[in-house]
């Protein structure tokens, strides 16, 4: 065994925690997405804000490593560019701060929180219809049916949030 395979095995060693507890919270946090979507859309930003911060700080730790893995001997994340640890502590600063406004702005961020998503669903659909052409008519489908979910969650937001957040508790099981 030589040295690249020894540094990568201890990396894992050392991880294999946060992965686990990032898996198992988001599995709990799919459970009461779909088994209580009648509580209300402030519980789901609570649970969303607290998975938002973890997420955050598994992040800032992995970008860290990243950055500090050649003096450590690893080479495993030679795929990175120069620099791209940023990009992965600025996801996870990002994911702070949205976690922190979730918990201490939870009204604000439910409203914003839905508007973005149909914006995300708007542009991806309009960009689906764009290259449905040269990606084929599922592609073009898909792209109908996201600006159809954009506008639901433009113009009927309750019960889009509560849709939103069986599709999450879906998501996070999956992931």
Known sequence: MHILSRNQAQA???AWWASIALG????IFGIVAIVWPHL???LFLIIFGVY???EGLVLIA???YVRRAPELGDYSNAAMPPGGWLIVLGEGVLSIIAGLLCLFIPRLSAQVSLYVVATWALFAGISSL????SRGWFVGI????????SLFLFFRTVASARSILWLVG???LVA
Request: glycine fraction near 4%.
């Open 12 to 14: 894992s060693r050392q």
């Open 24 to 27: 198992l919270f988001a599995i």
């Open 40 to 42: 209300t859309f402030l």
């Open 52 to 54: 938002a911060i973890i």
């Open 62 to 64: 992995s970008a860290l």
């Open 130 to 133: 764009v290259h449905a052409r």
């Open 142 to 149: 898909a792209g109908i049916a996201a600006i159809v979910i």
């Open 170 to 172: 879906v998501l996070a």
